[in-house]
């Protein structure tokens, strides 16, 4: 329950930080150092190396980050065009949404092969911009008990990681974190809303 708390702690402050500013070139430098920040409390979690994030984000230098993470934004729209993966701007942050419908079975945390050249076209980016770390996070819908769905969600989380180690992004970039069943995206009440539910975000957070 504590990781869950630090990990809603970590969206809220990211969808406040993403609202607060109107023009991605010229955002201010708080963003890194409130995410570090929460992420170090994170590592109560047994896997500390996985939270990378206390120690690699620090104040965001100015407008030219805005102008970075605008390049970058622009060069994942065109990597992932058509492919389902949704590609949202908060403030300096870009979220990756990545459908669970095509990225997993039902109850499976093994990537689609179907998806693999999806997250391909990701680290391929991720790669070029190597001035950013990736929290990514898993989430399941309200089937199945808590717990089950916890541990579920952190092996989604770990088997997108995975993928983008093989394809060459630096693991020390990468942060995994299980959200469970608590964050949902639509209604539990209809199969349509728990398949939205089901899903693997990954927000791209830039460092100086």
Request: glycine share 10%; net charge neutral.
């Amino acid at each position: 329950m504590k990781n869950i708390v630090v990990a809603m702690g970590l969206s809220s402050v990211l969808l406040v930080t993403g609202c607060a500013t109107n023009n991605n070139t010229q955002n201010g430098a708080a963003i890194g150092a409130v995410v570090g920040a929460l992420l170090g409390k994170a590592t109560g979690d047994n896997d500390k190396s996985r939270y990378v994030w206390g120690a690699a984000v620090g104040a965001i230098a100015g407008s030219a980050i805005g102008s970075y993470m605008d390049k970058q934004e622009a060069e994942l729209n065109k990597e992932l065009a058509g492919s389902g993966v949704e590609v949202v701007r908060n403030g300096d942050n870009i979220d990756l949404i990545l459908p669970g419908d095509i990225t997993f079975a039902k109850n499976s945390s093994v990537v689609s092969g179907e998806f693999t050249p999806e997250l391909q076209s990701v680290a391929k980016v991720i790669n070029e911009y190597n001035q950013t770390v990736l929290l990514i996070k898993g989430h399941t819908d309200s089937d199945g008990s808590e717990q089950y769905n916890q541990a579920l969600s952190e092996r989604r989380a770990d088997a997108v990681k995975s993928v983008l180690i093989v394809n060459n992004v630096n693991p020390s970039r990468l942060t995994t974190i299980g959200m469970g069943e608590y964050q949902p995206k639509a209604s539990n009440a209809t199969a349509q809303g728990k398949q939205q539910n089901r899903r693997v975000e990954l927000t791209i957070q830039p460092v100086t």
